[in-house]
């Protein structure tokens, strides 16, 4: 099969702290409206930071997508969230839905950082009570990692390649690129790509533990997450998934169906834990080497680069990410791109965070809209001395898009970066 | 308890596990439950967990492979009863 087939995104979903489909997320981008709340839960366990970033979901969505049956005793939020987007991303993408067929030449990969923590717990409890048989038999798929796929791939009838993908907070993002090569290497003619992060104490408590969460705004939740600010001082946790529907220029034209974007390329790298990078901190050079390469690898001249939507968690380290981003594309001031990071009003989604953004992204591609950045109340003096302030919009800003450039940083000091154009036929 | 409230309560447990494309009403004493009503063997433990609660006794490993009928199921249980 040709080398040359075009990959496109035709279908989305979301489940994400502020907006349960892609056209509210839209909604909720563009007026900055935030999914951050104060979480009783984290306050009755005494964690330092209580303010999260939790989905909305209804009993009645819930029963949408899952029978009586599927319910019962499924305590694995991400695999749920997982499977809701990808349900949706699948609806919207118009291909064959309800006659659930069988799709040979349509996988999936869905990542996660792990599954089910909540059912880990009890059968650790029912275990250590002498009590194995209790597990029943819903236990091994909410807490084997691939169980969000497994559940994708049986609701759709897919059968191409089905795995789960891991890599911290780059997993999304991976997994979109991961979809990708199959597609571009002739092995499918679509692919779904997502990933997702469980809610609760069991996931969150880890990065409570290692003070790197903000902890004066557990009275003001919405204010929590303050990307690009001066007083940036740790990431919101989050949950949720994203979903995006790939496939191959010429299916998504036979079709007729909807191209919101073109994914034009993107690179995985390391940092390898050298020159300044560690387990927690990114290695500079290797962030910068992972961007050069995205460009060259999408045949895409950084000039052609109109926005960003970055990592930027919302720590000290955002200045650093925003020089990083300046010596890739050898852009600065008034030349660089706009850029934006959603993790002021969905917090850090950790493992869901790149295809959540992803699909922000896509949608900012769509609509030929930049969202807004909201809690900067004065923008970091590191990243000031790079760029100019323009560049880190405040309100929504409608301009030509050519294309985007989505990158997302791991523990680990694993860096993706993805491409994304507006699509031209 | 009457083998006809043994089997109105089993009907209760059972039908939870039923494929999509089966119907309560095809649950007769003598369906097999994984060849007449499609339930995946999987959900054979959870039916069994779930007896176990609605009528408070426990199942050994012996009466688990005797439950291959719904009729197989109300005996196992009037003998724990």
Known sequence: ?425 | MTTQEINQKLLEIVKVYLPQDVTESSIKPESHLMQDLGINSAHLVDIVLDVEDTFDIMLDENDMQQMQRVEDATTVIQNKL
């Open chain 1, 1 to 425: 099969m040709s080398k040359d087939r075009r990959v496109v995104i035709t279908g989305l979903g979301v489940v994400a702290p502020n907006a349960i489909t892609m056209h509210d997320f839209h909604k909720a981008l563009l007026t900055g409206t935030s999914g951050l709340k104060h979480q009783k839960e984290l306050e009755e366990l005494q964690f330092k930071c209580q303010v999260a970033g939790k989905p909305q979901l209804t009993q009645e969505i819930i029963d949408q997508h899952f029978t009586a049956l599927q319910q019962r005793g499924l305590l694995a939020t991400g695999l749920m969230y997982g499977v809701i987007s990808a349900k949706q991303a699948f609806e919207n993408s118009g291909i064959d839905f309800k006659n659930k067929s069988y799709h040979e030449d349509i996988g999936v990969v869905f990542g996660t950082g792990q599954s089910g923590g909540d059912k880990f717990r009890e059968a650790i409890h029912h275990i250590d009570d002498n009590d194995v048989r209790r597990l029943g038999s819903t236990s091994v798929i909410q807490t084997m990692s691939s169980g969000v796929s497994a559940w994708i791939s049986g609701e759709l009838g897919l059968g191409n390649w089905v795995t789960t993908n891991s890599s911290a907070c780059s997993t999304g993002t991976e997994a979109l690129l991961m979809g990708y090569d199959r597609i571009k290497s002739g092995k499918a003619r679509g692919m779904l790509v997502g990933s997702c992060s469980d809610s609760g104490p069991y996931i969150w408590g880890g990065f409570d533990a290692m003070r790197i969460l903000p902890t004066k705004y557990n009275d003001k939740p919405e204010m929590a997450s303050r990307p690009f600010s001066h007083d940036a001082c740790g990431f919101v946790p989050g949950s949720g998934a994203g979903c995006l529907v790939l496939e191959t220029l010429e299916s998504a034209l036979s079709r007729k169906a909807t191209i919101y974007a073109e994914v034009k390329g993107g690179h995985l790298n390391s940092g390898g834990q050298t020159n300044g990078g560690s387990m927690t901190a990114p290695n500079g050079l290797a962030v910068q080497a992972c961007i050069k390469t995205a460009l060259i690898e999408s045949k895409i001249d950084s000039s052609q680069i109109d926005v960003i939507n970055g990592h930027i968690t919302a720590t000290s380290k955002d200045g650093f990410e925003v020089k990083n981003w300046s010596a890739a594309l050898n852009r600065s001031g008034k030349d660089f791109p706009f850029i934006n990071s959603f993790k002021s009003t969905i917090g850090h989604c950790l493992a869901a965070s790149g295809s959540i953004e992803l699909v922000g992204s896509t949608l900012q591609l769509h609509h030929q809209v930049v969202y807004p950045n909201i809690n900067i109340s004065q923008l970091h003096p590191e990243i000031v001395s790079v760029i100019d302030k323009e560049k880190v919009p405040l309100k929504p800003i409608k301009t030509k898009i050519h294309s985007l450039a989505k990158a997302s940083f791991g523990f680990g000091d694993v860096n993706a970066c993805a491409i994304l154009s507006t699509f031209k036929p």
